[in-house]
């Protein structure tokens, strides 16, 4: 009886420790250094008396009110022909498609996370027409279509791509968003408040892309204990059954490329 | 460039790049590096010169063009192409690609011949593998026959000239030639990529794989070469990178957009048909949620629409015209950066000046990428890849209906080929913001 006892409480820590075992997460807050002033007025010059309405600003700087920079792109760096080992419930690639909608004259939202064979939709909730150009893809064939109301486009792609790419509208040219295509789910973007997390990330030695648009990757980030390269990557440690929490980073503007 | 690879055995070909110093005065032409992509990916000058003989190795030399059977490239056809031109006692021509289309497209296939900075639009830069005048949908490569029907009849309305007088066989060759600077160029932007993704100084590992610790505990560093040859990773993923460009070309014969039967119109239709489908094409140009090509081309087709953007080739430029603007306005730049914001300024001055895509001018009826009714219905179709213009189809085969059914296609071709004699009720003129700035 004793033994027994002991046996399966022995066996279930051995279980519940496998089962966290090999998993941890990262998680952090991307805080602005300086004033971010207010976000800038865009020249609206086309489909004036709409757009007008929706105030569309300059979104290549979003800071919150407690200072939180948004819309920057944290992800793993996987080398090429190497393959990251995804946990179980994030294997499958979701079956809802991730939208980007053209709303009130700019990108909705304004950055986008993709996996390979996810479907994107792009749909079109203005009264005006909008084009949605993803040219500027590496890895993938873009597009570039007429988006009319009630007829989102459909889309996906094969292939991972390294950073993320810019989508514009043709027809509104200050229109603009940032799509992240990965073939592993381990990728986050900052909220308006700057929090990102990634979860279930393989426990081990990473690194970790850190990306801002339109400048690109943010070099010399003080995150954790150490910083990011000029490649804008950090090799952080993720401990099993751990999160670990960068806490505050703080980005200035000149490493935003401001 | 010093020709270190001899035999690749990696390839299992002869290099081509030799080049005896002294059996000539001048300089044999050599292709020039992508500067823009080099300095955006900081590109260190070991790795540039590293990526130039892989790509020699690749693909030869201006002279002695070469290709890699992977490539799937006619080698014969190359080597008329390629070189200085002449003619043999046969009366066969060689050296075509620099006789007739160099000053414009300069040897690199850059765009950036001498005669190219006066030239609006400019000639075409080859090396992003991207093409406006096509059958195929907007990301996909041009087929064989597209590039060979731009030779033929020229791009009206531009200074790229029609070939027609040249023999079959020619203009068949200098195709070939054009594909090859495409793969080149493709191929030096991917290796510039990932130079920058894989190599770099980085921790030295020991056999097991684990860092080497010096002696203050820090892990030592290295410069891992880009020397594919040595390297059987490298040499792979310099292959797999070789056959996505070749892939993407071989697949354009699958990618033609071949209107359906049923959906052309009939060749003899009455007056009242065709008024009818132009008058139907002339709301569908004006619908938002249609054709909208008001947006763009303007209210009365005149182009006026939408004139502040940029075609993909300039907004390249654009972008590192940007950064290297913003890095000059720092205050404090460390070494690094300084050395960085120098190369950067070299560049950015090399540069031609920026130019705005303008929509075409609808009254006119010069059709640059041809003037069949095909060709206008496939414009509209994929949008022109590399500009603004969106295409209104399905965006690839066998995907979702796009803006636009066939049938209202077909009305807006109608549409387009009445605008010139439509009387504008308000004329307009074209009043671009800076005339010296523009593309026509």
């Known amino acids: ?121 792009v749909s079109n909730s203005d009264e005006i027409a909008h084009n949605t150009n993803t040219g500027a893809l590496i890895a993938n064939a873009g ?60 426990a081990g030695k990473h690194e970790f892309v850190f990306w801002h648009g339109p400048n690109g990757v943010i070099k010399s980030l003080k995150v954790g204990k150490t910083k990011t390269s000029r490649k804008g990557r950090a090799k952080l440690e993720i401990e099993s059954g751990e999160t670990l929490d960068l806490g505050e980073v703080k980005v200035t503007g000149k490493q935003l490329g401001m | 460039m010093n020709n270190s690879f001899g035999r690749i055995p990696w390839l299992g070909v002869l290099a081509v790049v030799t080049m005896l110093p002294g059996c000539d005065s001048v300089d044999p032409p050599a292709f020039r590096m992508n500067m823009v992509e080099a300095v955006s990916y900081e590109t260190a000058p070991e790795y540039q010169q590293e990526i130039a003989d892989v790509l020699a190795a690749l693909f030869g030399t201006p002279d002695e063009p070469f290709a890699l059977p992977a490539t799937g490239l006619d080698q014969v056809m190359l080597n008329r192409s390629a070189g200085p031109a002449w003619s043999d006692e046969a009366g066969y021509n060689y050296g075509l690609y620099r006789k007739h289309c160099v000053h414009c497209h300069g040897i690199t296939g850059d765009g950036r011949g001498p005669t190219a900075m006066f030239l609006n639009p400019y000639p075409r830069d080859y090396r992003p593998g991207v093409y406006k005048f096509k059958s195929t949908y907007n990301p996909a490569k041009p087929t064989d026959d597209d590039l060979h029907r731009v030779l033929i009849n020229g791009v009206p309305g531009t200074a790229m000239p029609s070939f027609s007088l040249l023999p079959g066989s020619e203009v068949e060759s200098l195709v070939e030639y054009v594909k090859y600077l495409s793969y080149r160029g493709e191929m030096e932007t991917k290796l510039i990529q990932y130079v920058f993704d894989e190599l770099g100084v980085m921790e030295k590992l020991d056999d097991e794989g684990n860092e080497i610790i010096d002696a203050n505990g820090d892990p030592v560093m290295e410069r891992i070469p880009f020397d594919p040859t040595n390297d059987p990773d490298q ?77 993909n080739w300039q907004k390249a430029h654009k972008k590192f015209l940007d950064e290297t603007a913003k890095l000059a306005e720092k205050d404090e730049l460390d070494d690094l950066e300084a050395s960085l914001l120098d190369d950067r300024e070299e560049v950015a001055e090399s540069l031609y000046p920026l130019r705005n895509a ?36 399905p965006s690839a085969p066998g995907a979702k209906a796009g803006a636009l059914t066939e049938e209202e296609m077909w009305n807006i071709v109608d549409y387009v080929y009445s605008l010139p004699y439509e009387p504008a009720s308000q004329p307009q003129v074209v009043t671009p913001k800076y005339t010296q700035s523009i593309t026509n």
């Not at chain 1, 509104?172 to 990728?187: E, Q, V």
């Not at chain 2, 039967?261 to 009242?272: F, G, L, M, Q």
């Not at chain 2, 075409?360 to 949008?383: E, P």
């Open chain 1, 1 to 121: 009886m004793m033994i027994r006892s002991i046996l399966t409480i022995a066996l279930g820590l051995v279980i519940t420790s496998s089962a966290l075992a090999e998993w941890g997460s990262l998680k952090g807050r991307l805080v602005f250094d300086g004033d971010a002033g207010s976000p800038k007025e865009l020249n609206v010059n086309k489909d004036t008396e709409y757009c007008s309405q929706h105030k569309p600003v300059d979104e290549s700087l979003t800071v919150g009110d407690g200072g939180g920079l948004a819309n920057a792109f944290v992800y793993l760096y996987v080398k090429r022909g190497k393959s990251v080992e995804v946990h179980p419930d994030m294997e499958k690639v979701g079956d809802e498609p991730v939208v980007l909608d053209n709303k009130g004259c700019r990108f909705e939202p304004h950055a986008v996370l993709l996996r390979t064979g996810q479907t994107l939709e």
């Open chain 1, 143 to 202: 597009f570039n279509e007429t988006i009319p109301k009630n007829a989102p486009l459909v889309k996906s792609f094969e292939s991972r791509e390294s950073f993320p790419s810019e989508v514009v509208c043709n027809i509104h040219p200050w229109m603009k968003a940032y799509l992240l295509i990965r073939d592993n789910p381990y990728m986050a973007v900052t909220d308006k408040d700057g929090n990102f997390e990634i979860k279930n990330l393989p």
């Open chain 2, 235 to 311: 040499r792979e993923a310099v292959m797999d990178l070789l056959a996505e460009v070749v892939d993407a070309w071989d697949g354009a014969n699958e990618m033609i957009i071949a209107p359906t039967e049923d959906s052309i119109p009939a060749e003899k239709r009455s007056p009242e048909e065709l008024l009818a489908s132009i008058e139907k094409g002339r709301s569908l140009f004006f619908d938002k949620d249609k054709g909208n090509c008001y947006s763009c081309h303007g209210p009365t087709g005149l182009g006026d629409g939408q004139q502040d953007d940029y075609n």
């Open chain 2, 358 to 393: 303008i929509p075409r001018n609808l009254r006119q009826g010069v059709y640059r990428g041809g003037r069949r009714k095909l060709d206008i219905f496939r414009r509209i179709y994929a949008g022109i890849a590399g500009t603004p213009m969106p295409g209104g189809g």
